[in-house]
Structures are given as C-alpha cells and as structure tokens.
C-alpha cells in the first residue's frame, strides 16, 4: 500500500474520531464511515484552508481536517435523519 494513501487513512481517522468527540451522538455508521467522513472532511477543510488562509499543512492542515470533518458529519446526520424518519 501506498504511503501516501496510508497516511489519509490514518489522518482521516484521526479527523473522523474527533468530529465525533466533538459532535457527540448516534451515528448510523461504524469506523469506515467514520474514516470516510474524515478522508472527505480532510479535503474539504484543506481547500478551505488554501482558499481563505492560504495554508494547508503542519496542524493548520489537522485542524482544517477536523473543521471539514464536522461539517460533513453535521452534514451525514442532516441526510441519514431525514432518510430514517420518512415513511
């Protein structure tokens, strides 16, 4: 397996495991959601973090990591709440 890859695992997860810390709650979803939800919320917060602060690694990078991580967890709860309550 390819470094690289392994380190989004590995920081995707680390996003994804914070988000949830921070967001507490029910979540239909285990670690692979969990590390999906941060490999996404590390791209979204690292675009975010090179559109508006013009950074994008070191613990701006993390940090960005973790602020994308919730939104799309916000986000997964919004979508998977109304899928659940639909008749």
């Known amino acids: 397996m390819d ?4 380190m989004w695992i590995i920081i995707g997860l680390v996003a994804g495991g914070i988000a949830k810390l921070i967001m507490p709650g029910k979540d239909p979803g285990g670690i692979i959601v969990t590390i999906i939800i941060g490999i996404l919320g590390s791209i ?3 675009w975010l973090g090179a559109m508006l602060l ?5 613990a701006a990078g ?9 939104i799309l967890l916000a986000l997964y709860r919004l979508v998977t709440r109304r899928r659940t ?3």
């Open 54 to 58: 013009g950074t994008g690694g070191g």
């Open 44 to 46: 979204l917060g690292g």
């Open 62 to 70: 993390l940090l960005g990591s973790i602020i994308g991580a919730i």
């Open 3 to 6: 470094r690289g890859i392994l």
């Open 85 to 87: 309550v639909a008749p």
